[in-house]
């Protein structure tokens, strides 16, 4: 591998693609990049990527399990089936993306569990600049949970047999603000749509059952939500089975939960629940968006400035 190659990153995006961060967050922009696996500094990053998520798929073997340096390698190059997209920003600007307190918390946390590889992962991202990175994949002539799934949403939608799906995974270290994670997404998804050349592509991506119950028992415990039992300890399933049934409390989930927000802006729709491995005992939320060749995917207008109280 060699040292150093100069760093090439796609244009900054103009204003008009740029979501608005939340009020109390200074504005910023950010750009994705790929990582040159044939560059050893920037192999490295995508091995503390790889490490710190549970969202990078091996494109050998379809599973969340750490990746060999060939199957790393592959990841990183991409093909014309899975392409990964990071932002990458000043180190020296990590804090105006991601709320230090709650990333520090996050690596203590790890060194208490003993896990030093996610101590050393997260410590790597942050002297890197690396926020995260968004993945996009066709697994379904290789992975039988992948053709399931896919088999399942054309029916679903009523899309046709022949409709390419692509997965979607977006990961962030945690305490990511949700303005960078949009960002990321959008741009990647806008890059994917310009290698499109004649047919639509629908785009998927699945929020975990545990991050979803995890959601509602914070705002349970926030006093934010209700959700009645006759159980003795709330169960993730009676969770999922009251926000199925109650739309308010299922907003309040998704309005929380940052990969469903992110989704919501994004132009995804809800797609309802699916099993998303066969081994899996509780259905994830399904969010999905037909993707058009060249589509660009801009973020929702805003709402005029009210009008002065003369």
């Known amino acids: 591998m060699t040292e150093a190659t100069p760093q090439t990153t796609l244009p900054k995006p103009v204003a008009s693609e740029v979501a608005s961060p939340p009020e109390n967050v200074v504005k910023t922009e950010v750009s994705i990049r790929t ?3 044939e560059i050893s500094k920037e192999f490295a990053m995508g091995r503390a ?4 998520s549970l969202e990078a798929i091996n494109p050998n073997e379809y599973s ?3 990746m060999k340096d060939k199957e790393l390698n592959n990841w990183l190059k991409g093909d014309d089936r899975n392409m990964t997209r990071f932002v990458i920003v ?3 600007k990590f804090g105006e993306y991601v709320d230090l307190v709650a990333f520090h918390q996050a690596i203590e946390d790890a060194r208490k569990a003993g896990d030093q590889k996610q101590v050393d992962a997260l ?5 890197e600049g690396i926020l995260g990175f968004t993945y996009l994949y066709n697994h379904e002539d290789a992975d039988p949970d992948f053709k399931r799934r896919a088999g399942v949403l054309r029916e679903k939608m009523s899309l046709p047999e022949d409709r390419e799906i692509r997965e979607m995974n977006f990961w962030f270290v945690p305490g990511t603000k949700d303005a960078p994670v949009e960002q990321g997404a959008r741009l990647t998804l806008t890059e994917f749509a310009s290698t499109l050349t004649q047919e639509e592509t629908t785009t998927v991506m699945f929020a975990d059952s545990e991050d979803v119950t995890d959601t509602a028992r914070e705002l349970i415990e926030k006093k934010e939500l209700t959700i009645e039992t ?9 969770i999922l089975e009251s926000l199925a ?8 989930v998704v309005n929380r939960f940052q990969d469903t927000k992110v989704l919501k802006k994004l132009g995804f729709e809800d797609g309802g629940e699916m ?3 066969k081994k899996d005992k509780l259905p994830s939320w399904m969010y999905f968006r037909t993707i058009f060749p060249n589509t660009h995917l801009t973020p929702p207008a805003s709402p005029p400035p009210p009008t002065p109280v003369a």
């Open 35 to 37: 990582l040159n696996p």
């Open 275 to 277: 099993i998303y491995a």
């Open 90 to 92: 000043d180190p020296e």
């Open 49 to 52: 990527a790889d490490h710190a």
């Open 230 to 238: 006759k159980e003795k300890r709330l169960s993730d399933r009676a």
């Open 64 to 66: 969340h399990d750490a």
């Open 245 to 252: 049934a109650n739309k308010d409390q299922h907003e309040k």
């Open 123 to 127: 410590k790597t991202m942050e002297k």
